[in-house]
């Protein structure tokens, strides 16, 4: 963490401490120099400001940004305990010393733009009114920091799940009239897995438009007691639920039935690089014999960077398609020395120029149509 803000680096550390204490361990681990180190790989004598310049068109495509008024009215309606993490992190939200914060992050790091998103604090309610207010609310204040910094973020929009209209009329507002350049979708709304059939409608839609889903965790630990209990929530069970509805995409044909929409798993797909084999294996006990196999199915989806083990990257390099990995930090969950050290270790698997140059933001330009900034 940077020694010049220390108030900063308070609040941070009093922030959803079993997650932050999970990434703040992951920095300092992984043989150590494996992260923090990883600034050394870019060029032996090079200057932090030379190397972001030569790595300029860096796309982050995992953000989030929790503006205090669209937390606010989640709290109003209920979700006090979903919001405590999100309103702690205030360098996440709208203020504008918080803005120059993230912007001086992202300008060390090389970072030209962030595609924001709500994290795990969903506006999902049982009252639809609710569910409708929160996520139009949202969207309107995503929208309203897009048209001030249209360079700097762009952004998924969210909907009103789990209803399912409702969400079908926020989505075409979000990406026919906000401009936005995807949609979020979290693994579970209100209990009920995405890849429910209820919700099959959102996927059909989305895939007439060719649009791009954005899943995300709910830090619900796939329903697991023992997962909240042991508080295992965020260290095992986010990449879990990732893990899940990848499979559960995949026993669906998803990518048969929906081809021309990009759905995006983050973490680097959870477990399933690392397990991709087994799930080969396993697959009559949980697929329909004529589906193609999981290790051929998985290669449909799009995947994210936030992960910090150089061993896990190049593990999905070769087991997923290195044409549709793309960076991500979890900003805010990692800030400082954590995000710069979340973007460096891409450089540590020694992949090829040509492919770090993908991941680090070629791949989400061609998904996402950005332009170049020079272009």
């Known amino acids: 963490m ?168 926020e989505i075409r507002r979000g990406l026919d009239e906000l401009g936005m350049v995807g949609v979020t979708v979290a693994t579970f709304a209100l209990g009920k897995s995405i890849a429910d059939p209820a919700f099959e409608p959102i996927f059909a839609e989305l895939n007439r438009r060719k649009a791009v889903v954005f899943i995300h965790p709910t830090g619900g630990g796939g329903g697991s007691q023992v997962l909240d209990t042991t508080k295992l929530v965020w260290p095992i069970g986010a990449p879990l639920e990732d893990s899940i509805i990848l499979l559960q995409f995949i026993q669906q044909d998803y990518p048969r039935r929906y081809p021309d929409m990009k759905v995006i798993i983050p973490h680097l797909g959870g477990f ?16 329909a014999k004529d589906f193609a196999m999981p290790s051929a199915q998985a290669k449909y989806f799009w995947y994210d960077t936030v992960n910090g083990n150089p061993d896990a990257l190049r593990c999905a390099c070769e087991t997923l398609d290195s044409d549709k990995i793309m960076l991500g930090t979890d900003f805010p969950y990692w800030v400082d020395d954590a995000f710069q050290a979340e973007i460096d270790y891409v450089k540590q698997p020694g992949m090829p120029a040509h492919v770090e140059q993908a991941v680090y933001g070629a791949n989400a330009r061609r998904l996402l149509g950005l332009k170049a900034a020079h272009a």
């Open 272 to 287: 399933a690089p690392f397990l991709m084999t087994r799930f080969d294996q396993f697959r009559d006990q949980y697929m």
């Open 2 to 169: 940077d020694s010049k803000s220390p108030d900063r680096a308070r609040e941070i550390s009093n922030i959803d401490v079993d997650r932050r204490e999970l990434l703040k361990s992951s920095v300092l681990g992984v043989g150590g120099a494996a992260l923090l180190g990883a600034a050394g790989t870019l060029d032996a004598g090079a200057s932090p400001r030379k190397a972001a310049k030569e790595d300029s068109s860096r796309i982050d495509t995992h953000a989030h940004y929790f503006p205090t008024q669209y937390l606010e009215r989640l709290d109003s309606y209920g979700a006090a305990k979903l919001t405590v993490a999100a309103h702690r992190l205030t360098v996440s939200n709208q203020e504008p010393k918080n803005l120059d914060a993230r912007f001086k992050m992202m300008d060390r790091a090389g970072i030209e733009m962030q595609i924001i998103s709500c994290s795990n604090v969903f506006p999902y309610f049982e009252s639809e009114v609710h569910a409708v207010d929160a996520a139009r609310l949202a969207n309107d204040l995503y929208a309203d920091l897009i048209r001030q910094y249209p360079t700097k973020f762009a952004a998924f929009t969210c909907t009103p799940l789990p209803h399912v209209d409702a969400s079908l009329k």
